[in-house]
């Protein structure tokens, strides 16, 4: 069974950078799609990144293009999220997930319905801007 442990959350002010890592362990299925989605009080989940195994071709909300980047090291098993240009409306907890082991489009994994389709997440790690 996989499990997806994130790190690098943390308070930074608005306009600050911040790294966030994943490492999968475990056994599981071969996987198409990784992602990260967030989810703020009170809010829905949100998709905000999207990779395909690979690196190939990634995703992102327009809430987060051109700020947000996410990548992936195949060979230790660790998904990254660079965020930079952070906005005190990125204040939320963010997770690490992966798809259900079939494919269905890196991008459908996009925004609040996107969201939905994640098989698998992590514990999740807080993200605060402050203004």
């Known amino acids: 069974q996989v499990q997806l442990e994130e790190s690098g959350g943390g308070s930074v002010q608005a306009g600050g950078s911040l790294r966030l890592s994943c490492t999968a362990s475990?056994?599981?299925?071969?996987?198409?799609?990784w992602g990260w989605f967030r989810q703020a009080p009170g809010k829905e989940r949100e998709g905000v990144a999207s990779?395909?195994?690979?690196?190939?071709?990634?995703y992102y909300a327009d809430s987060v293009k051109g700020r947000f980047t996410i990548s992936q090291d195949n060979d230790k098993n660790i998904l990254y999220l660079q965020m930079d240009s952070l906005r005190p409306e990125d204040t939320a907890m963010y997770y690490c997930?992966?798809?259900?082991?079939?494919?269905?489009?890196?991008?459908?994994?996009?925004?609040?319905?996107?969201?939905?389709?994640?098989?698998?997440w992590g514990q999740g790690t807080q993200v605060t801007v402050s203004s």
């Open positions: 997930a992966k798809d259900k082991g079939r494919y269905i489009g890196c991008g459908n994994y996009i925004g609040s319905a996107g969201a939905l389709n994640f098989g698998t």
């Open positions: 475990g056994l599981y299925a071969p996987t198409y799609c």
């Open positions: 990779i395909y195994d690979g690196g190939s071709s990634t």
